[in-house]
Structures are given as structure tokens and as C-alpha cells.
T-cell receptor, first 115, second 115 residues
Framework: NAGVTQTPKFRILKIGQSMTLQCTQDMNHNYMYWYRQDPGMGLKLIYYSVGAGITDKGEVPNGYNVSRSTTEDFPLRLELAAPSQTSVYFC??????????????FGPGTRLTVT | AQSVTQLDSHVSVSEGTPVLLRCNYSSSYSPSLFWYVQHPNKGLQLLLKYTSAATLVKGINGFEAEFKKSETSFHLTKPSAHMSDAAEYFCVVSDRDTNAGKSTFGDGTTLTVKP
């Protein structure tokens, strides 16, 4: 049981490049999330998903896209990378029973620098 | 709408003395409340959660928190700090009834423990 795994751990992008951050969970959780954490700040929700085929925007979705074709995987796509997207990205998952939100399990993070 | 305010961005204590990290929240409905800990360059780990059972919640590593609805607070305490407690702590609120799994994070409190 690996929990939530993220790849890559580190990445440097040039302005305008694109990339996909991978996230996989093996706990059969229906809810999955992508957050970004800027220095000295809390986590801001980018996108979330309540199940395969269903995604929705969080607080800071601009410049990102997601898809959820399976329960396990929730990749985050950055198109046309900008310096403002330099951050640490965390993927998380949780189960939810009748809107009773359980705790979130976090991956180790991806540190992204855009120069 | 939901929000959370961590009242101290930095707290410094001596080893063996009590720890108090303060958190106030705003929630339109019945909230779920969580405290997470993040050690340097690591992901987030759940310390404890409140989900409408007992108002005094015990977590891992000797931490506990008390839900006070009248004060809209969920302060984190520990009787005796250990050097390994030095980390970033996040208070998190989630409206259980309406928000489809979305949580709001505080900006974090950095706990320093002096020998």
C-alpha cells in the first residue's frame, strides 16, 4: 500500500513549456485534489475530483487542466508554463461518505521551477 | 463560505514547555476541522480531526485540540514540546454538507522548539 505517489519530485521548466504532473493513489479513494503551496503560505486548491470522469475548479485553476479517467489517477497538466507557476504541488486523496469528509492523504509533492 | 485564520505565523517554545497554536474558523454549516503537520520538504500528515463527535480531540504525538463552537475556535495544544515537534502546522476547515470535499487551509504556523 503506497498511498499517494507523485512524479516527478523536481522539475525545471522554461517559460512556455508544458508538462504533466502525475498522481496515483491505491486506497480506492473517490476524492482527489491538487494543491499548490507557495513559500510561507498555506495550500491553495487548484482542481479536485469527486470520482472518475468528474472534475471541478478550485480557488486557483487558471493555467492548469486535469482529467480523471480512473479512480487511481489524477494528472495535472500545465500548459504554457509561467514563472507564477513556480511552486510546490501536492496531490491528495480522501474518501467521503454522504458528504462526511474524511481526512486527506497527501503525496510527497513536486517542486516545480519555471524560469 | 468557509475560511480559517491561524492567529500566529510563528510560535517559539522551549523543549518541555506547553504548545498552543491558535486557529479560528468561519463556516456556514457543520464544519469538519483538521490539523496537519508538515516537516521540512515533506508532505502533510494528519495530526487530528474533529467531525462532530467529542469536542476534545486527541491526536498523534500527544497533541490535542478542542472545538469551541461559541468561539469558532479549534486551538491545538500539547503539554510538553519535543524537539521533533518543530514543523509547520496547518489548520483546515471543510463544510461537510455543501462543498463536495473542498477544504480551506490556513496560512500555517511555524513552530520552533528551543533546547
Amino acid at each position: 500500500n503506497a498511498g499517494v505517489t507523485q512524479t516527478p519530485k523536481f522539475r525545471i521548466l522554461k517559460i512556455g513549456q508544458s508538462m504533466t504532473l502525475q498522481c496515483t493513489q491505491d486506497m480506492n479513494h473517490n476524492y482527489m485534489y491538487w494543491y499548490r503551496q507557495d513559500p510561507g503560505m498555506g495550500l491553495k486548491l487548484i482542481y479536485y475530483s469527486v470520482g472518475a470522469g468528474i472534475t471541478d475548479k478550485g480557488e486557483v485553476p487558471n493555467g492548469y487542466n486535469v482529467s480523471r479517467s480512473t479512480t487511481e489517477d489524477f494528472p495535472l497538466r500545465l500548459e504554457l508554463a509561467a514563472p507564477s507557476q513556480t511552486s510546490v504541488y501536492f496531490c491528495a486523496s480522501s474518501r467521503s461518505l454522504r458528504d462526511y469528509l474524511y481526512e486527506q492523504y497527501f503525496g510527497p509533492g513536486t517542486r516545480l521551477t519555471v524560469t | 463560505a468557509q475560511s480559517v485564520t491561524q492567529l500566529d505565523s510563528h510560535v517559539s517554545v522551549s523543549e518541555g514547555t506547553p504548545v498552543l497554536l491558535r486557529c479560528n474558523y468561519s463556516s456556514s454549516y457543520s464544519p469538519s476541522l483538521f490539523w496537519y503537520v508538515q516537516h521540512p520538504n515533506k508532505g502533510l500528515q494528519l495530526l487530528l480531526k474533529y467531525t462532530s463527535a467529542a469536542t476534545l480531540v486527541k491526536g498523534i504525538n500527544g497533541f490535542e485540540a478542542e472545538f469551541k463552537k461559541s468561539e469558532t475556535s479549534f486551538h491545538l495544544t500539547k503539554p510538553s514540546a519535543h524537539m521533533s515537534d518543530a514543523a509547520e502546522y496547518f489548520c483546515v476547515v471543510s463544510d461537510r454538507d455543501t462543498n463536495a470535499g473542498k477544504s480551506t487551509f490556513g496560512d500555517g504556523t511555524t513552530l520552533t522548539v528551543k533546547p
